[in-house]
T-cell receptor, first 113, second 117 residues
């Protein structure tokens, strides 16, 4: 089992709709969760972090965390063509006392005008 | 958030040579990290660089191939030694958020795109 799993996509969403990106992780003890956006040819850009169960909203973005199910998601409301990018889920995973930010393979999102 | 710059932004190198990548942060940070992102892949951590101590390398990465320096709290270098075409990749520097609002958030530099012929 991969430590952080994402559906690689591509995920196509009409402009104005809600894009839903999902991520599962293997370490039940993980406490810190991040979503990064990466445009083609660019470096990852932090969108949100979440530590507590439930929802966290920032503008059009909502991160959702369910530690019991080891599941974290990112919702993008009112999707825009500029949201087309690869979205990386990252989790701090502890391995024999060493904590490491571990990335999923990313989900490629395309917003269709 | 930290502002991170890297030099060079890209380079094309010959097999067997070495390249040193520089990473500069606009504020003092305790922890800096070096990642590799191969085409179409996600990010893989190479090593963690803490000021005043040896870098800590991940499985599959060794100091002889990827020596790292961390002379102060705002700067680090990664050298890719004795390069082969398999080293062609994007190399990314990151630093942990110095502001304290999110103590374990990492911010990334723009990356160095390396092509080895």
């Amino acid at each position: 089992q991969k430590e952080v799993e994402q559906n690689s996509g591509p995920l196509s969403v009409p402009e104005g709709a809600i894009a839903s990106l999902n991520c599962t992780y293997s370490d039940r003890g993980s406490q810190s969760f991040f979503w990064y956006r990466q445009y083609s040819g660019k470096s990852p850009e932090l969108i949100m972090f979440i530590y507590s169960n439930g929802d966290k909203e920032d503008g059009r973005f909502t991160a959702q965390l369910n530690k019991a199910s080891q599941y974290v998601s990112l919702l993008i409301r009112d999707s825009q063509p500029s949201d087309s990018a690869t979205y990386l889920c990252a989790v701090i995973i502890s391995n024999f006392g060493n904590e490491k930010l571990t990335f999923g393979t990313g989900t490629r999102l395309t917003i269709i005008p | 958030s930290a502002v991170i710059s890297q030099k060079p932004s890209r380079d094309i190198c010959q097999r067997g040579t070495s390249l040193t990548i520089q990473c500069q942060v606009d504020s003092q940070v305790t922890m800096m990290f070096w990642y590799r992102q191969q085409p179409g892949q996600s990010l893989t951590l190479i090593a963690t660089a803490n000021q005043g101590s040896e870098a800590t390398y991940e499985s599959g990465f060794v100091i002889d191939k990827f020596p790292i320096s961390r002379p102060n709290l705002t700067f680090s270098t990664l050298t890719v030694s004795n390069m082969s075409p398999e080293d062609s990749s994007i190399y990314l520097c990151s630093a942990m958020d110095p502001s304290g609002t999110s103590t374990d958030t990492q911010y990334f530099g723009p990356g160095t795109r390396l092509t080895v012929l």
